[in-house]
């Protein structure tokens, strides 16, 4: 079976950072783009970065450029989210996920983990 369990999340203030973790089993782990997305009460799955097998190649969103860093462990299977500068805003159940392609859109990926989540205080 496909797993991807999401760690990391927590109680935080604004200002500070924090690392996610998301461990892979199942798949060829590096063969997969992995990305992170997240999601608040009420409102759409958000992309927030992904990165290629290899690691070699990103993108982010436009909310989090130059505070969020993705990058992955292949002989680990793990793959991170280090967020800096936490804004109240990046509160959000966070899901890790795995794809064929790098792209912003939900229906890209075909794994998901069951997210963890962040709460940034003002």
């Known amino acids: 079976q496909v797993q991807l369990v999401e760690s990391g999340g927590g109680l935080v203030q604004a200002g500070v950072s924090l690392r996610l973790s998301c461990a892979v089993s199942g798949l060829t782990f590096s063969t997969w783009v992995m990305a992170w997305f997240r999601q608040s009460p009420g409102k759409e799955r958000e992309f927030v970065a992904a990165?290629?097998?290899?690691?070699?190649?990103?993108r982010y969103a436009d909310s989090v450029e130059g505070r969020a860093t993705i990058s992955r462990d292949n002989a680990k299977n793990t793959v991170y989210l280090q967020m800096n500068s936490l804004k109240p805003e990046d509160t959000a159940v966070y899901y890790c996920?795995?794809?064929?392609?790098?792209?912003?859109?939900?229906?890209?990926?075909?794994?998901w983990g069951q997210g963890t989540q962040v709460t940034v205080s003002s």
């Open positions: 996920a795995a794809g064929l392609k790098i792209g912003q859109r939900s229906t890209d990926f075909n794994a």
């Open positions: 990165t290629s097998g290899s690691g070699m190649l990103t």
